[in-house]
């Protein structure tokens, strides 16, 4: 950790390692661009003698909300100011802390370890992030987003709340939330305690005109003609990009910078000491230059052009360097698809201390396919103990497969490296028998199971000596694997072996010694099946009886029959099913037998087979059982009665009736409903006026005018049974069955009530329409949506009229369909109209004119498109994308590539399918080499693989 303390002489504070106490200084001690990083002024040749090293401080829209937030936040508090870089984040924070909280302990952690140290310091204390996203994604970027978590969760303590300020570029906020740290800081950012604020412009051209009268700093930077940020021109960044681009520094500085960029674009983050820039910077020289000049030219790379260098000494550390932070940026976008040169990467992989520079080193070489550069760097983390890069490293050799990397990652199995032992395991390499029984052996549940699973995959004599000797020191999954080797064997030596371990107590052996006996039904397996059941297996027993049902033989009977005798049920159950199945006359006098003795599934079974019979003696036999209470009887006897239909059974059917069986009932309203003449209809009407609603629904259906106007008459006199069988059968073209729904949904039927505004949709016509539009306006939503349905249809200017004033007030299925009208029309009112409410927010008027745009295809609806889709319109951005892939010439391709760089989501992937499609390697190769996109990748990957 870095502090500050001040120095001997007082007249200014210098770095301290002090890591506690209340020695920190205050804002108004620090010098700001020493120690918090601000960047100094540029220095214009003429005006700037006596200036001070930081222009006059002008306000912007950002700067209230930093002060509001700092002044008036409850509770310990993150805050973030975003922007590009040298956009003045750094000085808005420092002229914030100063303006709100100028007593306050300023703490600045050295790196993300340093935070996880710091976040519990005395009350009030402020810890300083400049480039917060060296922090975030650094290595221990979840670590720090969970301890601000806690930080903020915590209870509050008394004295002032705790604050972490920083500012951190645009870009770096937007990370995967793939992963475990991008996740964390996503919660983080989300949630009440942390604010994310703009770095916003200048209002008005009066917020600098009078710090411009006043330092001619100022007026240089409104007068500039570069392109840039007034206040990047300020921190001098536009001059050193335009110094280096040039060639000011000369060859060999220039070289130099150009490593640094190169560094700090695939993720070295880290001061750059002189040696390791050398050397990255050899493959940058031109071929007359060599190495050995290149470190004499540092002091020209760290000259100041305007009083600002690009390379400046990192403060606390001798002789290192760190590049200016728009020069960083500036590489990021213009260097983006650089090729790196060797000498680059074998300095930072072997040069690289930093965990997140290392993660984010490796993630650069892996991403452009170099996997030779990220081996050295990975081995020599995981040798040190990381276990990150031992992860990282195993999966890479796991991935490679190749013979030199699979000896490695044996070897780093063998000295201890689970992450390669699970790898070997996974691929059940032949070492992962061995490493799965230390683990074993050592206790491990999960590694036991695993060894087993492993042995009875390899099968063998081997492996089954080893569950053999596993199983008999007590590992219960090897005995059961054991088990299943032998089983799936079958042979005469896995069965003898299979008996002797079954008669010994195992379990699993025994159960599957009995499917292999059961599996082969003969005499022998059936005798041992018998045997192993008398001596209380239970599953032996079980199975005998499914052999003995299975083959169905005399002797198999009987023994059935003497085992459910004996009081087994489910042998029981078996051999009634037998009987049934066999269906004479000695198998029904058997369950006629068992049905006396109380056997409840003999006597439902019984009843079964009497209806299927169906002659007189089985009729008779139903009607005795159903007299003694059999429902079951009961009911199949009206079935048979029912299906014979004769005058005879007819007129038991209605005695039976008459009795109250209800079965019965039933039958004779089928059966009157089946012959359908005047006479079963008169028979009907009289059931039904008796109360029977079977009879009265069907007599409905089938459309009886005398049992309508009965149902009618109850309906109205307020039976809900009669209004659900009215309602049921209405049709909207017969006006008095509309007039019964309307009264009945007036008394509260709801089944009438969506029956009514069914009818009503169904006619269509103005009075309906009328009608429908009451119900909705008293709240019954099924009458909004068919209003909206019907005027959908009818389409003309009127309903159209109607569609927008019912979304105007928040009818949102009004709303998209008069969208949809609007898109159908395809004129230039109905598109103006589109636009309105898409920019209104509707995203499905949006959808629709984006679809409107792209089918015009002129350059003025292709302009609409580009502007929307740079405005966040995402339906606006894939049929631009579809445009340009349809297009295919070189400008689409290369708006296709400015737009994957700017990561709108389909055009990385939409570039990479043209790419892929033309067989441009190349033009991949560039893609990966930008290091922006794993679409290109996976088509380079395509293309060479189809070679």
Known sequence: ????????????????????????????????????????????VSGAIGLPQLTEYVQRAHDDHLRSVLRTGRGDTVLLLLGGSSTGKSRACYEALRAVLPGRPVVRPADDRDLLALLDPEPGAVLWLDDAHRFLHGRRGADVA????????????????????????????RGSADDDRGQAIHELLARPGVTVALCEDFETPDDVGRAAARDPRWRAALTADDGAHVVQYLTGGPNLVRHYEEGRYGADAHALLTAAMDAHRVG???PLRPALLAEAASDYLPPQHDATTVSRALPHAMRPVLGVRALAPAGGLDDAVVLHSYLAEHARDDRRRQPVPDSLWSAVTRGVEDGGDSDRVVGSVLVRGLQGWALPLLRRRADAGDGRASRRLAELLHSRGDPEAVAELRARAGDGCRDAADLLIEQNDPIAVELLRGRADAGDGDSAVRLAELLFQLGGSEARAQLRDRAGAGDDEAARRLAELLFADGGPEAVGELRVRADSGDRHASTLLVELLAGWRDA??????????????????????????????????????????????YSADHLIGILFQRGDEDAAAELRERAADGDRSAARLLVRLLFQRGDEDAATDLRERARAGDRGAAEQLSMLLCERGDAESLHELRDRASTGDWYAAGALVELLVERG?????????????????????????????????????RAHGGDPEAVDVLVERVDPGDAAAVADLRAFAAAGSGYAAEKLVRALFDLGDDSAVADLRTRTDAGDGYAAEMLVRL?????????VDELRARSALGDRFAGARLVELLAGRQDRDAEAELRVRADGGDWYAGEHLAELLAGRGDPMAMAELRTRADNGDRCAGERLIEQLVGCGDPDAVSELRARADAGEPGAAEALAGILLERGD???????????????????????????
């Open 677 to 713: 003449d005047h006479d079963a209809v008169v028979e009907l009407r009289a059931i039904a006026r008796s109360g029977d609603g079977y009879a009265t629904e069907l007599l409905v259906a089938m459309g009886d005018p005398v049992v309508i106007e009965l149902v009618r008459a």
């Open 146 to 173: 969970r301890a601000l978590h806690l930080m903020l969760d915590a209870d509050p303590r008394p004295g002032p709340k705790r604050v972490v300020i920083g500012g951190m570029w645009s870009h770096d906020i």
């Open 1 to 44: 950790m870095v502090r500050l303390r001040m120095s001997p002489t007082g007249s200014r504070p210098v770095w301290d390692g002090n890591p506690r106490g209340r020695t920190a200084p205050t804002i108004d001690d620090v010098d700001p661009i020493r120690h918090l990083g601000v960047h100094e002024a540029v220095r214009p």
């Open 791 to 799: 005027l959908f249809g009818r389409g003309d200017r009127k309903a």
């Open 268 to 270: 070295f983050w880290s």
């Open 921 to 947: 390697e190349g033009g991949l190769r560039a893609e990966v080499n930008a290091g922006n996109t794993g679409d290109a990748a996976r088509a380079l990957a395509l293309l060479l693989g189809g070679r």
């Open 524 to 569: 022998e397996a059936v005798a041992e099946l018998r045997e192993r059941a008398a001596d209380g297996d239970v599953h032996a027993a079980t199975r005998l009886v499914e052999v003995l049902s299975e083959r169905g033989g005399p002797a198999d009977v009987a023994e059935l029959r003497t085992l459910a005798d004996g009081g087994d049920r």
